[in-house]
Every structure is written in structure tokens, then in C-alpha cells.
């Protein structure tokens, strides 16, 4: 009864690792994003090393050193830096991005946009000052 038994499979398989002595199976998180949901509402300053996905609505100004993602249901009423955009959603204010943005055919931008690269998509909106270009970056 006791100490008769075998190693389960299930007990065995919890040791196996691959070459590098990591645990076979598991993921390595390189990066995460931060997402904050349909629904949400958030006043203040926004702060993010990481990626952000906005699909809820954000008053205020927002800072993300890497990918910022807008889906069609996220909205943003200030300032938006980030160093690469992907917009599907509404910004009313500033835009700031230090590489590529790109605004998707349901994205609508109502204020000043600066950016190193812009694409636009059919359908895409933008009304204020557009300046592209890395002229447009201190170095």
C-alpha cells in the first residue's frame, strides 16, 4: 500500500525540461501588454512600458514607451506618446509617436498628429495639423 506505488506519469512529466533548462510546455514572456477593456473609463495620467490596447475610453494623457493599440470601441480625450500606433478608434487631442503610425479605416484623429511615418487607410479620419517626418524629433 504505502510505498509500493510507481511514479505516475503526471508526476514525471512535471520534471521534463527542454535543453536549455527551461520547463518544457512553458511560454517565456518576452513582453506584456496592458489592455484596458470596453467599459472602462480611466481619468489622469496613463503610464505604460509595455504595449497598451485601449478599447475603453481614457481622459487624460497617455505614455507608452512601446506598441500602442487602439480597437474601434477605445477613445482618448488628451495627449497620446507613444513610439509606435496602431489606431482603430477616436482620439481628440495630440498624437506623438516617435516611428510608424498607422490609422485604420474605422480610426478618427481630431487634433495635432506627429509622427516619423503615417499611413491612412480608406475611410480612415483626420482633422488638425499633420506633421510627418523625423525633422519633426529632437535628437
Known amino acids: 500500500m504505502f510505498g509500493t506505488k510507481t511514479k505516475s506519469k503526471s508526476s514525471t512529466s512535471s520534471n521534463n525540461s527542454s535543453a536549455n ?3 518544457a510546455g ?4 518576452v513582453g ?9 473609463v480611466i481619468e489622469g495620467k496613463f503610464k505604460s512600458v509595455e504595449d497598451l490596447r ?11 514607451q512601446k506598441r500602442f493599440v487602439m480597437g474601434t470601441t477605445g477613445k482618448i480625450v488628451g495627449t497620446v506618446d507613444c513610439s509606435e500606433s496602431n489606431i482603430e478608434g477616436k482620439i481628440e487631442g495630440e498624437i506623438r509617436v516617435s516611428g510608424r503610425l498607422h490609422l485604420h479605416e474605422t480610426g478618427i484623429i481630431e487634433g495635432k498628429i506627429t509622427a516619423k511615418k503615417l499611413v491612412v487607410d480608406e475611410g480612415a479620419t483626420y482633422n488638425g495639423e499633420c506633421l ?8
Not at 512553458?26 to 514572456?29: D, G
Not at 506584456?32 to 472602462?40: F, R
Not at 485601449?54 to 507608452?64: K, M, N, P, R, Y
Open 21 to 23: 533548462g527551461r520547463s
Open 26 to 29: 512553458l511560454a517565456t514572456n
Open 32 to 40: 506584456s501588454t496592458c489592455i484596458i477593456a470596453k467599459g472602462t
Open 54 to 64: 485601449v478599447d475603453g475610453t481614457i481622459i487624460g494623457d497617455v505614455t507608452c
Open 132 to 139: 510627418i517626418g523625423e525633422q519633426h524629433f529632437k535628437k
